[in-house]
Every structure is written in C-alpha cells, then in structure tokens.
C-alpha cells in the first residue's frame, strides 16, 4: 500500500510512519519543511510540501491519513494560538478533501484525526461515538474539523474520523510532561482527581489507524481511547506505584488555570470515552488496563 501521511512529524506520525514502513508500505510525507522531513523520516519513500496536497499531488496514493494540527498543549492559548490550533486543522481537512474531489485520485480512504475533546465536559457519562457534541472551544475546533472531513464521503471515499484520547508514548506527549513532578515527589491528583482520563496508548493509536487503513468496515467516527477508563485519581496512583514516588499531594484545579489558562480544562474536565467502534469492528487492544502501559513506557 503507497500511504500519504499529513503531519508526519509529530508524535503520533513519526510512530505510524515506522509501523507503515516496516510492515513493507510505501509512506508518502507531506509537511510544512519538506528537508526538515526527510532528515527526521529517512525511511519515507517520498517527502512533499503541504501546497503538493493536490489531485495530482495525492494520485498515486491508495490512502491518506491527516494527522496535522498545532499542538494543543504546546503553549498557553492566547487568541492567536487559539486560531492556529482551529486553522491548522481545518485549512489543511478542508484542502485535503479538495484533493480527493477531483476524481483522479486512486485513494478511496481519508483517515482524519480529531479529539475526544469533541465531547466537552462529560461527567460521569459514558461517552460514545452517538454522543453529541460539547460547546466549549475545543468541541467547537473538533466539530469544525470533522465537518471538512466528512465531506469527503460525497465523493465516494470512506472517511474515519479517529477520536483521540491522551496519547501516552515514551518519546514526547503528555506522558513526559506528567512524569516530572513524581519524579520531584510532588504528583499527585490534578482539581481533586474525580474527572475521568480518556488515556490510550501511542502503540494502539497507530494500530488503530492502521486497522482503519486495512478495514473497510470501518467508517465515520471513532474514539480511540483504552477500554478500561480511569479517573486522574487512579492515574496519578498507577504512576506513583510505577516510579515508586508519592501520589497523594493534590494539584487544585485554581492553580493549573492560573498556569495554563483556558488550556487547563483539557485536564481539569475529562470523558468516559469508550472505543466502542473499533471494538464492534474487530480490533483487539495491545493495552488495556494503565499499569501494563506504563510498565511498557516507564
């Protein structure tokens, strides 16, 4: 399969492109600094600039996956970074799809990224692919994105939406970030440790989109998130037993906001978001529960 992969040099792409390659795909790398790519991704049969997301620049590939985005937890979000964050998403979404409406392509799947965050606040609900969406900036970002994805089915292309939740991985993420104050023994539980944390595996993201690159059966959205879900409470616990670190001091929520401003709610507020889709469909998580990812990862 000649897969093209937008956004490949951020955490999850760089994992795919390896899982894509050393199963024997072609990888296609579309990014903003093609030279940057190819020193980064050596491996990829071909490096491309984003202004190469065309009908030609996309016919010779059998599927597309857009991974592409401003990191959401790279900086504190002001107005302007808000809009990068919204833009980045669907500019490049929307650019994608015009590509596909050509008719020259030979690909017929668009796997796009989007968020649990698309959900909002949740509570104690269980929150599926039928939940509706939330009303806070980051549903409103995630809506805006998925509706660019979406119409790519008018031109008869399969699309997969791919709801992600915390991506926890070993080289970068939120894992990283989290692990530093046990590491100082000052972790603990983040606005009391109730909210739930939709957590998932780099690992089962990347077999989750490659599954979706394989599987027809698979379509529109789909939460990527560990089937077993946890309170913060419960992660903060798993990782103070991993490190061997105390896990009891608390983080009031006041004092995350006044440090990352609006940004703090991705953390503060969370979903029981279940992967009910891509169980229906057949696939088979490598992790499930927190304490085996974290062996892996710690």
């Known amino acids: 399969m000649r897969v093209g992969v937008i956004g490949a040099t951020g955490f999850v792409g760089r994992a795919l492109v390896d899982a894509l390659t050393a199963r024997g795909d072609a990888v296609v790398v579309f990014s903003r600094d093609p030279a940057k790519a190819r020193q980064r991704l050596p491996a990829a049969a071909d490096t491309r600039s984003l202004e190469a997301i065309t009908a030609d620049g996309i016919a010779d590939l059998d599927a597309v996956v857009n991974l592409a985005g401003e990191s959401v937890g790279a900086k504190r979000w002001d107005a302007q970074y808000k809009l990068a964050i919204r833009e980045s998403r669907v500019q ?28 909002g606040p949740r509570g104690d609900e269980d ?31 399969r699309e997969v939406r791919l709801r992600l939740g915390l991506v926890l991985g070993d080289a970068g993420g939120s894992l ?23 957590w998932v595996h780099l690992a089962d993201v990347v077999g989750a989109i490659v599954w979706a690159l394989d599987h027809g ?21 798993a990782i103070g037993r991993r490190l061997r670190r105390p896990s009891w001091l608390p983080v009031p929520a006041f004092a995350l906001r006044l440090v990352l401003g609006q940004m703090s709610e991705v953390v ?26 974290l062996s892996e990862l710690i």
């Open 176 to 198: 990283e970030k989290m692990l530093l104050p046990f590491k100082m023994f000052v972790g603990g539980p983040v606005g009391g440790g109730q909210q739930w944390f939709p």
């Open 217 to 237: 059966t698979l379509r529109g959205a789909v939460n990527v998130t560990a089937p077993e879900p946890l309170r913060y409470r419960d992660f903060a616990a």
């Open 268 to 293: 503060v507020t969370g979903q029981r978001a279940l992967p009910n889709a891509l169980i229906a469909d057949g696939y088979q998580f490598k992790y499930s529960r927190i304490d085996d990812a």
């Open 92 to 119: 490049t979404t929307r650019r994608a799809v015009e590509a596909f409406g050509s008719g020259a392509a030979r690909s017929r799947v668009l796997v796009n990224a989007s968020a649990v965050g698309f959900y």
């Open 127 to 157: 929150v599926t692919e039928e939940t509706p969406a939330g009303d806070d900036f980051l549903a409103s970002v995630c809506r805006d994105w998925e509706d660019e994805a979406r119409k790519v089915s008018t031109f008869g292309v």
